[in-house]
């Protein structure tokens, strides 16, 4: 089993910022990619950011310049650091992660998600 927690989100207000903490344990071997992914009410759910193995980003064009993902391998941990937060990034935002378990079989985990809300 492998697991994703997540924290960091919450009510903020519109230009402001949060920072999304996602941490990741079990039966892992190796960590290939992750990201997060967000879903709005009545939309489906999209990618926001995701990191890869060596550090290659690739953001949703709604994010760029706004959003950074980053990643602490060390403690199998990602983070979104969310900047000029608008009223459209209200969602809920899920953590992913996509590796290998020691079992050398693969997997792809989930969050259990964390809600953010932009509005004054």
């Known amino acids: 089993q492998v697991q994703l927690v997540e924290s960091g989100g919450g009510l903020v207000q519109p230009g402001g910022s949060l920072r999304l903490s996602c941490a990741a344990s079990?039966?892992?071997?190796?960590?290939?990619?992750m990201g997060w992914y967000r879903q709005a009410p009545g939309k489906q759910r999209e990618l926001v950011a995701q990191?890869?193995?060596?550090?290659?980003?690739n953001y949703a064009e709604s994010v760029k310049g706004r959003f950074t993902i980053s990643r602490d391998n060390a403690k199998n941990t990602v983070y979104l650091h969310m900047n000029s937060l608008k009223p459209e990034d209200t969602a809920v935002y899920y953590c992913?992660?996509?590796?290998?378990?020691?079992?050398?079989?693969?997997?792809?985990?989930w969050g259990q998600g964390t809600q953010v809300t932009v509005s004054s």
């Open positions: 990191i890869i193995s060596g550090g290659n980003t």
């Open positions: 992913n992660a996509a590796g290998v378990r020691r079992t050398l079989t693969s997997f792809a985990s």
């Open positions: 079990g039966n892992i071997f190796r960590i290939n990619a």
